[in-house]
């Protein structure tokens, strides 16, 4: 079924096409590289700007003392909103504006915003300047054929995303920004008939083995903490890596092979500390005292964490049960808990509703391997009534060549505009 304001919205939105594509590229354009987090202020003065004019109040917040805030690196928020006419709920539309570093191998300007075709180039471009240009589109061509809407309409832009969000939503959430919110939508680059629902959990630790320093030529007066970890590394192989294997969510976690548990190592090691760059003499030699792996361990709503570290303190103890010298640490890095909206919820209805009048297709729910500010929105902001949904191809976040496509971008923010028709109008 058609919604009745799906046609005027997209012609709405056809009539922004030129402010579309300028403002995705003036974002882009302004380089928000995370870390160290430049440009914040900056990309939240342009935004203010910008917003002011459609009507929105404006707030920039600083997070003061969130980890990574420093003078020359301050940790920049805007919270825009925008009132209705009416008492109502208030939709809130969140996007980061940091972007990663730019890495190797682009053909494009990273930070030119060339347009080529349907594509927008640039560092951010999907992930995610393209989704906050889109959603800044849908709220002023909604407000413009609606003027007379109920409650309130909110978009923020907010930092360090990329590096865990402790400086944006997290700090939002922790000072009440989101206790007068009912549904949020985050434009991540999920595709613009996929409902990302939450994403699987992480817990990242470092495990260390210990030994004896000892002369190379003599390494029986020592004891290897390189030896020590192969046998952890072995005793992964045969016994870690099947048990995850054969733990399946019902999460429908996308790409296919994220439906499972997962570990990466994500690096390694031991002994003496890689020679400096320029170093042209030999190595010296050592039995290595100490050896350090990273885990980086994905897992899903059926999971518990304390279950999962579990499982790691369980083999190494297995492992010191065969070698008697054996000594191990493990340090826990980070964690977040999955998170799954309720297909049921109210947001997530009203975005199948406007996938199917804008698109005349059904929508894919999906849930995403690696997290996002949901996280935060849902833990600490204790609002369930959540998604992520945005235009562009996540294959293509923080690679080289990096681009969001005009047309999905125009589709997206139709979607986006009959969500705040089903929920305001
Ligand atoms: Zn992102």
Redesign the pocket.
């Known amino acids: 079924m058609t919604h009745p304001l799906t046609a005027p919205l997209q012609a709405e939105i056809a009539r922004r096409r030129d402010d579309l594509i300028r403002l995705t590229q003036d974002l882009i354009r302004i380089p928000t590289l995370n870390p160290p987090g430049r440009n914040y202020r900056q990309i939240c003065d342009y935004l203010a700007a910008r917003l002011e004019a459609s009507g929105f109040t404006c707030h920039l917040l600083r997070a003061e003392g969130a980890p990574g805030d420093s003078e020359a690196y301050p940790r920049w928020n805007l919270v825009a909103r925008r009132e209705g006419r009416r008492p109502g709920e208030c939709v809130h539309f969140n996007?980061?504006h940091d972007v990663v570093e730019v890495g190797h191998g682009w053909t494009r300007d990273p930070f030119g915003g060339e347009l080529d075709g349907d594509r927008i180039y640039g560092r951010g471009a999907c992930?995610?300047k393209g989704?906050i240009a889109a959603s800044i589109i849908a709220a002023e061509a909604f407000i413009a054929l609606c003027p007379d809407f109920a409650g309130a309409i909110e978009i923020s832009a907010t930092a360090d995303?990329?590096s865990g969000g402790f400086g944006g939503v997290a700090w939002l959430a922790q000072n009440g920004w989101f206790d007068n919110v009912q549904h949020v939508l985050i434009p991540?680059?999920l595709h613009k008939d996929r409902i990302c629902l939450g994403h699987r959990g992480v817990w990242w630790a470092e495990v260390e083995t210990r030994g004896r320093i000892a002369h190379g030529s003599m390494p029986f007066l020592g004891d290897s903490a390189i030896r020590h970890m192969g046998a952890v590394l072995e005793e992964i192989e045969r016994t870690l890596y099947p048990l995850l294997a054969g733990k399946r969510t019902a999460m429908p976690v996308i790409p296919e092979g994220a439906r499972q548990s997962t570990l990466n190592i994500n690096s390694i090691h031991g002994g003496e500390p890689e020679p400096e760059p320029g170093y042209t003499g030999l190595p010296a030699p050592c039995v290595a005292d100490r050896c350090r792996i990273i885990l980086d361990r994905r897992f899903l709503i059926e999971e518990e964490v304390g279950e999962v570290k579990a499982e790691v303190t369980a083999l190494l103890e297995r492992v010191k049960a065969t070698r008697p010298s054996f000594e191990y640490e493990v340090r826990d890095l980070f964690e977040v808990q999955p998170s799954m909206t309720d297909r049921e919820a109210p947001v997530v209805q009203a975005t199948a509703r406007a996938i199917a009048s804008v698109l005349g297709a059904e929508a894919a729910y999906v849930v995403s391997p690696g997290t996002?500010d949901q996280k935060h929105i849902d833990r600490i902001g204790r609002l369930k009534n959540c998604i992520a949904y945005g235009p562009g191809v996540l294959d293509l976040?923080h690679q080289p060549d990096e681009w969001i496509g005009v047309q999905d971008m125009m589709d997206s923010a139709a979607v986006m505009g009959l969500v705040l028709a089903e929920l305001l109008a």
Do not use: L
Request: charged fraction near 35%.
């Open positions: 996007g980061h992930d995610m989704g995303e990329e991540e680059p996002y976040a």
